[in-house]
């Protein structure tokens, strides 16, 4: 089965799973590490804050109930022809923001972007996703520095943007 429908074929057998334990799935990779294959399924919390707006996070327990249930599926389904390991784990602390749609719940967020060509002398900008929107096929991304610059970027120069983790 082709690396997509894998995923995709994950995003189905966990959806009403996620759903009623109160997760959601961030992100799902088919990868092949040297010798092995990997299934990798990040999950977290659908309600990602207490009830002061404190973030929480997912615990190993969240990820070792969903990696069982999961488990059974694929078992149950047999799609994967070859051997693989199952990982399901948090997306972290210091999560990429891989979706149009994690960037747009992360504005306001702290966030070191990585870019594939570099702009003024640096490849790597470090500040708050201050907004995120379509733009003429593409995605309109702005980052406030901690000197007060706005970089706008579009989200195709962009190689890699992770939440920065601030203790």
């Known amino acids: 089965m082709a690396k997509k429908k894998i995923t995709d074929l994950v995003s189905e057998l966990l959806g009403d799973f996620l759903a009623e334990n109160g997760y959601e799935l961030y992100n799902t990779e088919y990868v092949k590490e040297g ?7 990040y999950v977290d919390l659908a309600k990602g804050e207490d009830e002061d ?8 327990e969240d990820c070792e ?15 994967i022809e070859q051997n693989y390991f199952l990982e399901v784990s948090s997306p972290g602390m210091d999560r990429p923001l891989i979706t149009p749609e994690h ?10 972007v990585k870019l594939y060509k570099g702009m003024d002398g640096t490849k790597n900008i470090e500040g708050e996703l201050t907004a995120f929107a379509p733009c003429e096929g593409d995605y309109s991304v702005t980052i406030k520095d901690e000197d007060g610059r706005e ?6 120069q962009i190689a890699r943007t992770k939440l920065a983790v601030i203790f």
């Open 103 to 112: 960037y747009e719940k992360y504005v306001g967020s702290a966030v070191d």
């Open 65 to 79: 109930k969903v990696s069982r249930y999961l488990s059974e599926k694929l078992d149950e389904a047999d799609p």
């Open 151 to 156: 970089w706008n970027l579009m989200l195709s």
């Open 35 to 41: 010798r092995d294959w990997f299934l990798r399924v």
């Open 53 to 60: 707006g404190n973030p929480v996070y997912i615990g190993t």
